[in-house]
């Protein structure tokens, strides 16, 4: 299992009062099929099986605010967090507690300021690709997910177990992916030639007082094996 990932959603979280609490929140932690930010050289989507397992396994995820155990908001356990899986996503629905956190995310909900969503989990199956522009995609095919949260500042953007899964798919290392270029990295997703082709062998470069940095090599060196197996 890969280590604990971020991300976050941008559709308004619902609010509604309640007479026996602050209120519920609800909102979708996950959209389907939808195009991440620019993640660091990579967009990401998520399938629409990708939390099928753990939404009906009910697995014992929970709602916590800015995702920080001082502000718990829900569990599943308890039946004060509900998740469904819809056409458009996973939609979470949470009955605020009568505490500080509740209370103080009821308030900011009543006034608007909510405005993202987030969802923290493993990646148990990614699937690489390229977008219909050419730029590197991956696809989230099966996730465990930890929580869900509504979030003031979407700053959970936190690339570096997508790179490395990028990396592992092309057998390339890390360092070679983050120096890799748009066209570079397509060319190994798709197969397809690099638009300026490598013709200067980095023995040859050295040679002449112009030796690059390893990540630069080992790309280079994949992009030749590329081309020796066409």
């Given at each position: 299992m890969r280590d604990l990932e971020m991300r976050h959603v941008s559709q308004p979280v619902e609010f509604r009062s309640a007479d026996d609490g602050p209120g519920t929140l609800d909102g979708y932690a996950i959209v389907f099929n939808k195009y991440s930010q620019n993640l660091g050289g990579f967009v990401e989507r998520v399938d629409p099986a990708a939390a099928t397992k753990s939404v009906s396994d009910k697995l014992p995820v929970v709602a916590r605010y800015n995702h920080d155990d001082?502000?718990?908001l829900g569990t599943i356990e308890a039946g004060t967090l509900r998740l469904e899986v819809d056409d458009v996503g996973v939609r979470y629905i949470v009955d605020l507690p009568d505490t500080s956190a509740g209370r103080d995310v009821a308030a900011?909900?009543?006034r608007g300021d909510l405005r993202y969503s987030s969802f923290a989990f493993h990646t148990l199956?990614?699937?690489?690709?390229?977008?219909e522009q050419g730029f590197p995609l991956r696809t989230l095919r099966?996730?465990?997910?930890?929580?869900?949260?509504?979030v003031v500042n979407p700053a959970y953007r936190d690339s570096t177990v997508g790179v490395r899964s990028l990396a592992e798919?092309?057998?390339?290392?890390?360092?070679a992916?983050?120096?890799?270029?748009?066209d570079e990295l397509r060319s190994l997703l798709s197969g397809e030639p690099v638009e300026t082709p490598v013709e200067v062998r980095a023995d040859e470069q050295e040679e002449e007082g112009q030796s690059e940095t390893h990540?630069?090599?080992t790309m280079r060196q994949r992009l030749l094996e590329l081309d020796n197996l066409k």
């Open positions: 001082n502000f718990l900011l909900a009543k199956e990614d699937e690489w690709d390229v977008t099966s996730i465990q997910l930890v929580d869900v949260a509504p798919h092309l057998h390339i290392e890390v360092d992916v983050a120096a890799a270029s748009t990540p630069s090599i």
